[in-house]
């Protein structure tokens, strides 16, 4: 294996939200990269390690929670290199056959709307881990125990020289941690990006048939018209399911539609679908069938009812505005102010 860049990122937040058109489908930015912090390893060995401070062009004012976070101020990022100079930097330290792990999954889909926001090639990194998952799979949490990586340290007895949620420190404490398990064996052995969606969508407790899974759509709204995803085939005898008279699709979660439809021969079967956002660009789309006992079918129906009694007060909601003006019956009442964009804290 090529070597590892163990790296965490701080970023920058909007007092408003930012979109920004990918392929011609708009995205929510996360945020705007103004630390990364890398570690490089060799197996279990530190080799080298990078820090730089960059200069965010979009959210060019420092959100108050981010410096109390962190610690940085604006006189800093300010004085930090252009974040493109700053990326190519970060990218040319790494090397082209790097690998790069984060603690969780949050630093990856940033660095990656990042890059494509600058020109660069947002495809880099084409391989990176969850490093929480390679830990956990070879020291399974006990009851109750948390996994924010100030929790892990202390629970490793690891000695805390440096302030968290500094980019470079919260690197070093990663790959301190990591230190504890086999490296190798975790990433030879780390479940692919199917592998992880099949996981959510046919947990154990589930008899769930039929696995097959769509990767590399821009649009996340996909599976609501493309009909290969919603046309699935009966879990006992593999003919093709029809739709129920309402041809219904209800959510679960904002990544988890689900529905009823018919096989002559053996009734109603349940089907889902599931999608994933790894890097926070690209959408990969899973569906997944089982039969549907009497419970199911009973759940089904009420959740069928509450659905269309939802939707019938959307629609009077709606045409009372229109017949109010256009003003939502609302009006008058004090809005609350938007939460600005989340920044991650563990």
Known sequence: MSHLIIFDMEWNMGYAPKTFDYHGIEENLRGEVIQIGAVKMEGQEIRDTFRVTLRPRIFRKLHHRVAKVTGLTQKEINAGLPISEGLRKFRAWCGE?????????????????????VGQDESWPGKWYDLQKVYTAQRPLKEGEGMALETVVDRLGIEKEDSFHDALADAMYTAKVMQFVDIQKG??????????????????????????????????????????????????????????????????????????????????????????????????????????????????????????????????????????????????????KPRPMGHKMG
């Open 97 to 117: 056959d790097a690998v790069l792990g984060e603690w969780g999954q949050d630093d990856m889909p940033v660095l990656k709307q990042n890059l494509f926001l």
């Open 187 to 336: 990433l030879e052995t780390y479940p692919d990006d199917e592998a992880q969606l099949k996981a959510l969508l046919c947990p154990p407790d589930k008899d769930r048939h039929d696995f097959i899974s769509w990767p590399g759509f821009v649009d996340g709204e996909t599976w609501r018209t493309d009909n290969t995803m919603r046309t699935a085939n009966c879990p006992e005898c593999g003919r093709p399911l029809k739709p129920d008279s309402a041809d219904l699709w209800l959510s679960k979660g904002k990544n988890c539609l689900y529905s009823i439809e018919i096989c002559r021969q053996h009734g109603p079967a349940m089907v889902w679908l599931r999608r994933s956002q790894l890097d926070g660009l690209h959408y990969r789309f899973a569906r997944a069938t089982e039969k549907a006992d009497k419970t199911a079918q009973a759940k089904w129906d009420h959740e069928k009812k509450a659905a269309a009694e939802r939707a019938r007060r959307k629609r009077e909601a709606e045409a009372a505005e229109r017949q109010n003006g256009g003003r939502p019956q609302s009006a008058g009442r004090p809005q609350q």
